[in-house]
């Protein structure tokens, strides 16, 4: 389950937008307030915007008033860690384990029960909404998605 998806940076900058591929494969930071989720409370599974991985649930998102989307947790094992000393700081960068996509930065000032905050690019995020307790349907609708 570790397996890591390995694409050039041209197929990259094929299948992003200008702004998923300046945050997820260049390690930038969008503007605070501005992305599509730091104010979403809509129940679902927040995937990764390159791969599709699943990185965080919904009910560990929380309102940190930092502009940007916040998650006390990550979605089991979907995140690694690593240092990052860039901007004369030393903080702990978010990537997602199965591409390698930068996502953004965890902290420790997060609320209880981890103390963690997942501070996460929109742009790197893709909230699939659909609710995990409802059975699909099947059949009524012709299935084509
Ligand atoms: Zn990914």
Not at 91 to 100: D, F, I, K, M, P
Request: glycine fraction near 10%; proline fraction near 6%; charge should be negative.
């Amino acid at each position: 389950m570790d397996q890591r998806i390995t694409k050039t940076e041209d197929e990259w900058r094929r299948e992003l937008t200008p702004a998923q591929y300046r945050v997820l494969r260049q390690a930038g930071t969008e503007p605070p307030f501005a992305g599509e989720y730091f104010d979403c409370h809509d129940d679902g599974m927040y995937r990764c915007a390159a791969c599709g991985a699943e990185l965080f649930r919904s009910d560990t998102k929380f309102d940190s008033g930092t502009g940007w989307p916040s998650f006390t947790e990550a979605a089991g094992s979907a995140v690694e860690l690593h240092k990052d000393l860039s901007h004369g700081m030393l903080r702990t960068e978010v990537r997602c384990r199965a591409c390698g996509s930068h996502l953004g930065h965890v902290f420790n000032d997060g609320p209880r029960p981890t103390g963690k905050r997942f501070c996460i690019n929109s742009c790197a995020l893709d909230l699939d909404r659909t609710p995990a307790a409802a059975p699909a349907p099947t059949g009524a609708e012709g299935g084509a998605a």
